[in-house]
């Protein structure tokens, strides 16, 4: 392939990339905002018409900002590509720092200061003017910062040493690179499961064990009859980022946690509590965590080999702007330009995330009252302003849950 051929290429993906997720939030944007005023039969009596509204105005207003930001994050790439600002930066780097891996490790945190600098005025509106408006944010300016802070850290902590590696298997490991860096991804991701809960999820918020008497008593009850085993019941501080509600297993092995953010404990009454935590459970008894393991672990094992016979080639770096490339080039162009030639298989990988949504509704269902399930996902999506009338079209691309009518539609005849 001469590098003209893959440019044209490259500029016909990203066309229809970018027109496929314009045109789906148009769609969506449209039908949320044509059914604001009629609460759909399924939740009559069960969600109120104001509710419906709020549910309708925040989804408008995500869909919007994200309108703009599509349009930002596809010139931005044109730019750095093909217009020739990676160029420039490793140009630069180079003069300034040689061509090692120091060289490396500062192109990739230029493109991500350049993406966090334009990517902050929509970050920012969205916590402080979207969620502000809904009543949902509870984020002061100074935990943002300690946020933000914290994060950074945490990237160069944990970030960079991984890279390095990376970077250093690349280079002395032959033309099978890519399996010995497939086998230390796959044993950081592995890594991080295990420290999670215990040691990086803590810097963010506080968990404190459950300390109600008859709930925990309900949910070990539960964890018996599922053969579940975890090293504890935690309550997370939730309600000092955010008004949203949510539940969730993390960890791996003897490190799993169950974890409620304390907003989901004032909102659900007990037995809807121990139906939404069925559901989750019921994620552990399908094996899905381990199903997405594998499954991320062989697409990543592609992605990587494909790398491999794409970075000796010169086109891949002319057709992308870059006259001649490097190691840590090649990989930084192919994690950009990647997500351009996969967004439209992205209702495969919802599809599948869909149908273990259904799988783990069912399992809930079994093991306590469907009834008690639907009662919690009414709240929950009216607690959340989450829209009940999504497109389908867009859901199919973007929602890795079932709408809320088909899940309880299913729930109904469990």
């Known amino acids: 392939m001469s590098p003209y051929q893959f440019t044209l290429l490259f500029l016909a993906a990203l066309a229809v990339s970018t027109a496929l997720r314009v045109w789906l939030d148009l769609r969506h944007l449209r039908h949320v905002v044509a059914r604001r005023e009629q609460v759909p039969a399924d939740f009559f009596g069960r969600i109120e018409l104001v509710d419906h509204r709020k549910a309708a105005d925040y989804t408008a207003a995500k869909v919007r900002i994200g309108l703009i930001e599509i349009v930002i994050d596809t010139l931005v790439l044109l730019a750095l590509t093909l217009g020739g600002a990676l160029a420039l930066i490793d140009r630069s780097l180079d003069a300034w720092l040689g061509s090692g891996y120091l060289h490396g490790l500062a192109l990739f945190a230029c493109v991500a200061l350049i993406g966090f600098v334009i990517g902050l005025p929509a970050s920012l509106y969205r916590t402080f003017r979207i969620e502000v408006r809904f009543g949902f944010n509870k984020l002061t300016w100074p935990l943002w910062l300690a946020d933000l802070a914290k994060g950074a850290a945490l990237t160069v902590l944990i970030g960079a040493p991984l890279l390095l590696a990376v970077l250093w298997l690349m280079d002395v490991m032959g033309r099978n690179w890519w399996l010995y860096v497939w086998l230390v991804w796959l044993g950081f991701n592995l890594l991080i499961l295990f420290l999670y809960p215990t040691v990086i999820a803590p810097l963010f918020n506080k968990f404190t064990p459950l300390d109600d008497a008859s ?49 989901l404990l004032e909102k659900l009454a007990p037995e809807e509590i121990e139906a939404v935590l069925a559901h989750e459970l019921g994620h552990f008894h399908h094996r899905h965590v381990i199903k997405r393991i594998v499954l991320s672990g062989a697409l990543s094992l592609a992605f990587l080999w494909l790398l491999g016979q794409l970075i000796d080639q010169p086109w891949f770096f002319a057709g992308l702007g870059v006259a001649s490339g490097n190691t840590a080039m090649g990989l930084l162009l192919f994690s950009m ?78």
């Open 215 to 263: 709930l925990k008593a309900r949910i070990e009850a539960l964890l018996a009859r599922c053969g579940f085993a975890s090293s504890g019941l935690f309550v997370m501080d939730g309600s000092k980022r955010s008004g949203h509600g949510n539940a969730y297993f993390t960890g791996f092995g003897r490190a799993k946690r169950i974890v409620f953010f304390d907003t």
């Open 337 to 414: 330009v990647l997500p351009v030639f996969l967004f439209p298989l992205a209702p495969l990988t919802s599809a599948l995330s869909r149908r273990h949504e259904y799988e783990a509704d069912a399992y809930a269902a079994r093991q306590t009252a469907a009834a008690d399930l639907i009662a919690a996902l009414v709240k929950l999506y009216r607690d959340n302003a989450a829209t009940l009338t999504p497109d389908p079209l867009h859901s199919l691309f973007h929602d890795s849950h079932p709408p809320a009518s088909q899940r309880i539609a299913r729930l109904h005849h469990a």
